[in-house]
């Protein structure tokens, strides 16, 4: 019988405490590797700057700023006069042209004058008819005065004389009356201007018939020189008008959108009733308008300057920003970052706003893009070519 030794070599397979020890090892290694890889990645992300937001700014003014309400209106004469003829007949001479100045009492149309003459000279015959007859009634009347004096006639004689003569005085002065208003249609028939100004496009021509007190003008004179301009302002704005009005406000008119020229004049008129229907209250100014620049029927951009508010703190308008807490503008730091600080608004139109408190003269105010802006956030100043600096 055979027997064979037992070998008690150890086998190469690993036990399981063995086994543990290796994968602990290899999750330390790949833990380790992991950490290697992710570290300088994490270190990078937080080290990453925060891009800065492009804006445009501008610079804290203290000048003056004048208290004004902007509005439109329209240019109308001083005068107007719708120029008719008193009497009828045809037109035999047009004595100007049209948009020609004229002059008061020049002559515009002229009318066939002889229907007139003729009537004047009838007129004329017949007074010198009454008259004639009236100077004879009269000393009748004065013989009667002496006879009666006398007791050579009878009362009833006397009386009839002398109700004769005051008849024929009557007639008289009819007659009289008669003669002056055919003088008049005489000169009636030379129209003349009633005012100096200039005027507008005739509406009759030589050899027209033109009726007397026709509702229709035969032409038109405005009187441009000086000219005004009405236009009207809300109800609420009475007050601060009525507080500035014998200061002698300034009007100030442009006569174009693309105009950037000014035309200067003075308040002349103030409504005494404000419009119920608009809710507006009626002004007026008045303008020398030496250069005819304006004329009547013109829409214009109208600014009424109560008062300058010297030493004013100012800044552009759209760097006002109104929130849930009121009005404030974001500022510039030395560290270009932008904060937001509230303001107190004076006043404001479409162009600056008067900061009543809150800003300083030299400060940097932000004017565009500071809806994209937080609490310290780093900006990018835009120039006005349109680059940036920081």
Same mark, same amino acid.
């Given at each position: 019988?055979?027997?064979?030794?037992?070998?008690?070599?150890?086998?190469?397979?690993?036990?399981?405490?063995?086994?543990?020890?290796?994968?602990?090892?290899?999750?330390?290694?790949?833990?380790?590797?992991?950490?290697?890889?992710?570290?300088?990645?994490?270190?990078?992300?937080?080290?990453?700057?925060?891009?800065?937001?492009?804006?445009?700014?501008?610079?804290?003014?203290?000048?003056?700023?004048?208290?004004?309400?902007?509005?439109?209106?329209?240019?109308?004469?001083?005068?107007?006069?719708?120029?008719?003829?008193?009497?009828?007949?045809?037109?035999?001479?047009?004595?100007?042209?049209?948009?020609?100045?004229?002059?008061?009492?020049?002559?515009?149309?002229?009318?066939?004058?002889?229907?007139?003459?003729?009537?004047?000279?009838?007129?004329?015959?017949?007074?010198?008819?009454?008259?004639?007859?009236?100077?004879?009634?009269?000393?009748?009347?004065?013989?009667?005065?002496?006879?009666?004096?006398?007791?050579?006639?009878?009362?009833?004689?006397?009386?009839?004389?002398?109700?004769?003569?005051?008849?024929?005085?009557?007639?008289?002065?009819?007659?009289?009356?008669?003669?002056?208003?055919?003088?008049?249609?005489?000169?009636?028939?030379?129209?003349?201007?009633?005012?100096?100004?200039?005027?507008?496009?005739?509406?009759?021509?030589?050899?027209?018939?033109?009726?007397?007190?026709?509702?229709?003008?035969?032409?038109?004179?405005?009187?441009?020189?000086?000219?005004?301009?009405?236009?009207?302002?809300?109800?609420?704005?009475?007050?601060?008008?009525?507080?500035?009005?014998?200061?002698?406000?300034?009007?100030?008119?442009?006569?174009?959108?693309?105009?950037?020229?000014?035309?200067?004049?003075?308040?002349?008129?103030?409504?005494?009733?404000?419009?119920?229907?608009?809710?507006?209250?009626?002004?007026?100014?008045?303008?020398?308008?030496?250069?005819?620049?304006?004329?009547?029927?013109?829409?214009?951009?109208?600014?009424?300057?109560? @008062? +300058?508010?010297? !030493?004013?703190?100012?800044?552009? =308008? $759209?760097?006002?920003? &109104?929130?849930? %807490?009121? /009005?404030?503008?974001?500022?510039?730091?030395?560290?270009?970052?932008?904060?937001?600080?509230?303001?107190?608004?004076?006043?404001?139109?479409?162009?600056?706003?008067?900061?009543?408190?809150?800003?300083?003269?030299?400060? @940097? +105010?932000?004017? !565009?893009?500071?809806?994209?802006? =937080? $609490?310290?956030?780093? &900006?990018?100043? %835009?120039? /006005?070519?349109?680059?940036?600096?920081?």
């Amino acid at each position: 019988m055979r027997f064979e030794a037992l070998d008690r070599t150890p086998s190469s397979r690993p036990g399981p405490r063995s086994a543990r020890r290796v994968a602990g090892a290899l999750l330390a290694t790949c833990t380790a590797t992991l950490l290697l890889i992710t570290l300088p990645g994490c270190g990078a992300k937080k080290a990453q700057r925060l891009p800065r937001v492009a804006v445009t700014v501008a610079r804290v003014e203290q000048r003056a700023m004048p208290l004004q309400i902007v509005t439109t209106g329209t240019i109308e004469p001083v005068e107007s006069a719708d120029v008719g003829s008193q009497v009828g007949g045809v037109v035999t001479r047009i004595a100007f042209r049209e948009g020609q100045d004229v002059q008061s009492g020049q002559t515009l149309i002229e009318l066939d004058p002889r229907p007139f003459r003729a009537a004047l000279e009838q007129a004329s015959g017949v007074l010198a008819r009454d008259l004639a007859q009236w100077r004879s009634a009269r000393l009748d009347a004065e013989r009667a005065d002496q006879l009666l004096a006398q007791n050579l006639i009878s009362t009833s004689d006397h009386d009839k004389a002398a109700a004769v003569a005051e008849g024929l005085q009557a007639s008289v002065r009819a007659d009289s009356g008669t003669v002056a208003n055919a003088r008049l249609n005489l000169e009636f028939a030379g129209i003349r201007a009633p005012i100096s100004g200039r005027t507008g496009s005739v509406n009759v021509h030589v050899g027209d018939l033109v009726k007397s007190a026709t509702s229709e003008p035969l032409v038109t004179i405005n009187r441009v020189q000086p000219i005004r301009v009405r236009f009207t302002v809300p109800q609420d704005q009475i007050p601060v008008i009525q507080r500035y009005r014998n200061a002698n406000p300034q009007v100030l008119v442009r006569a174009s959108a693309g105009d950037s020229l000014d035309i200067a004049g003075h308040l002349a008129f103030v409504d005494n009733a404000v419009d119920p229907a608009t809710g507006t209250l009626l002004l007026k100014g008045e303008f020398p308008n030496r250069d005819g620049r304006l004329w009547p029927g013109e829409f214009v951009e109208v600014r009424l300057v109560l @008062t +300058v508010q010297r !030493d004013a703190i100012v800044v552009p =308008a $759209p760097a006002v920003t &109104v929130g849930q %807490r009121g /009005a404030y503008v974001y500022v510039l730091n030395a560290d270009s970052t932008a904060t937001p600080r509230p303001v107190t608004v004076q006043r404001t139109d479409d162009v600056a706003a008067v900061i009543a408190s809150g800003l300083k003269p030299g400060e @940097t +105010v932000v004017t !565009d893009g500071q809806f994209r802006l =937080a $609490p310290g956030a780093k &900006v990018l100043v %835009r120039r /006005a070519g349109g680059d940036a600096r920081p």
